[in-house]
């Protein structure tokens, strides 16, 4: 346990077994945070999580761990803040956030936390520590670019914080909406015309979590290069081994958080190799906000359009599934322009960014 002035103490949160277990009050204070957070930053409600989605994620500790910690003054908890690290070997990165909502952000606690988890991150022997905030759509009268050139976001009292604390925004994502309750004839014609295009050597391969056992190979595979061909600006981004085990484990996570997940890839014919994804997921409540994970085609087949294909075939797909839900969100790099002209296109609008904050740890 730190000991810090006026009384704040952060101490390592208790991981339950379940969101019902006797311990759970830390990580549903955390999972709390986390959701007012993002409606305080962006002013909207669709990156909303239940706890009980977010808990598998935090108990498999298989490939990556993650790490929460849990502000107090007194019995009050103000804050909070978790630390993701990757379990393989010679990895040198990490990943938080500063759970703090007004107005507890300018008393310290953001601060404490912050320190607390570069501490962390150190005694774990990382050297790099990376962050993200969100913001409005709308701007301000003080607007901060990334070291990219893309985009730009809203400055806050998080970002001037890690701005202060030698922190570097690297990158602004862009998160989109889609509402599904419209036509989707637009999809379906930018279906056929971009498969039309990318031709005969291509064909569209869909499914619902499990993955099937062929597929689980050529799922890992293209799902291991979201971290080298995905634009990342000077974000360090470590490469991720994931083979037919992995993606077992990946399935299995999901299916315990109760959450449906829809991939739609393109297999190239000649090699028979997976070359384009796209993931589509929801909670337990298919009434509730569809998120996007991953759409990627390696580099090697991209100028053929299946971008497009993977998106507009699970798009069309999403709707017979899961026909309750209302929405889409995604995000994506701002300098990621050939995925955002085909969001645009199809008829994604702003909702939110993100930045990517990174800092060397002495």
Not at 339 to 352: R, T, W
């Amino acid at each position: 346990m730190t000991l810090l002035t006026d009384e704040l103490t952060i101490t390592e949160m208790a991981l339950p077994a379940s969101v019902d277990a006797s311990d759970a009050a830390e990580f549903l204070a955390l999972a709390q945070l986390n959701n007012e957070m993002c409606v305080v930053d962006t002013a909207t409600n669709v990156l909303h999580e239940e706890p009980a989605e977010m808990l598998p994620h935090w108990l498999d500790r298989s490939d990556s761990t993650s790490r929460g910690y849990i502000a107090r003054r007194g019995i009050d908890i103000v804050g909070a803040a978790y630390l993701k690290t990757s379990n393989e070997a010679g990895s040198a990165t990490a990943e938080s956030e500063i759970l703090v909502i007004p107005p507890h952000r300018a008393s310290g606690v953001a601060q404490a936390l912050l320190s607390h988890v570069e501490d962390e991150a150190r005694a774990l022997g990382r050297t790099l520590l990376q962050m993200w905030t969100l913001h409005p759509a709308a701007g301000s009268d003080r607007m901060l670019t990334p070291a990219t050139g893309h985009g730009s976001v809203a400055a806050h009292e998080l970002s001037d914080l890690f701005a202060a604390n030698g922190f570097t925004m690297e990158q602004v994502e862009r998160t989109s909406t889609l509402a599904l309750d419209g036509d989707l004839s637009l999809a379906e014609r930018m279906l056929a015309e971009a498969s039309a295009f990318a031709g005969e050597d291509y064909r569209v391969i869909s499914w619902s979590l499990p993955t099937p056992e062929h597929l689980r190979e050529g799922y890992g595979d293209v799902r291991a290069r979201m971290a080298t061909d995905v634009p990342s600006g000077d974000l360090v981004f470590e490469e991720e081994k994931w083979d037919a085990a992995r993606v077992v484990r990946h399935d299995r996570m999901i299916a315990d958080a109760g959450q449906f997940l829809s991939v739609s890839a393109v297999e190239h014919i000649p090699s028979g190799r997976i070359v384009a994804f796209n993931e589509l997921i929801i909670g337990r409540d298919r009434s509730s906000v569809t998120h996007q994970y991953g759409t990627l085609v390696v580099k090697e087949h991209r100028g053929k359009r299946l971008g497009t294909v993977v998106k507009c075939a699970n798009l069309l797909r999403w709707r017979e599934l899961v026909p309750l839900s209302p929405t889409i969100c995604t995000f994506n790099a701002e300098e990621n322009r050939p995925m955002l002209d085909i969001n645009e296109a199809i008829g994604f609008v702003p909702s939110s960014y993100a930045a990517g904050w990174q800092k060397k740890l002495g």
